[in-house]
């Protein structure tokens, strides 16, 4: 049903989570995972830092998978997130995304009302990746 789970990992406890859901799917429907981490192409942080951090957090999320026997295949890209994920979700070949209502950036947040700021809240990149994407969304709270 699934061939390819792509998850968005930012290194945050909420990406982790998302990883933990799409290894759960992955070892019912035999899946393997493509895990993506996105350099900010506009950081004031070194390019060598970032993808430092970068592999560092796509090695944590492989050892996450060799505990259940799943097959990931890494990508450490530099682009923008809130732009560029629907463009990264198709070149993983993606059957399934899924991905954390928020990430590292709390800062950036869409709400659906505009007087609660707790579980109606979700980060710019998974609401712009929802009303994007080709495939199907797995939203993880």
Excluded: W
């Excluded at 592999?55 to 060799?66: F, H, Q």
């Excluded at 923008?80 to 590292?104: N, W």
Aim: aromatic share 8%; proline share 2%.
């Amino acid at each position: 049903m699934f061939n390819i789970i792509t998850v968005p990992v930012d290194g945050s406890d909420y990406s982790y989570k998302a990883v933990e859901v799409a290894l759960e799917i992955a070892v019912k429907f035999n899946s393997k995972i493509a895990a993506v981490h996105v350099m900010n192409e506009f950081s004031f942080n070194s390019y060598d830092e970032q993808e430092s951090a970068g592999e560092e957090i796509l090695a944590k999320v492989t050892g996450m998978a060799g505990k259940v026997d799943v097959d990931v295949t890494q990508h450490l890209l530099t682009a923008d997130p809130l732009r560029d994920m629907k463009f990264i979700i198709d070149q993983t070949r993606a059957d399934l995304v899924v991905i954390h209502a928020h990430g590292l950036n709390n800062n950036r947040f869409v709400s659906f009302d505009e007087n609660n700021v707790s579980d109606t809240q979700i980060g710019s990149v998974s609401e712009r990746l929802l009303r994007t994407s080709s495939v199907p969304v797995l939203l993880v709270k």
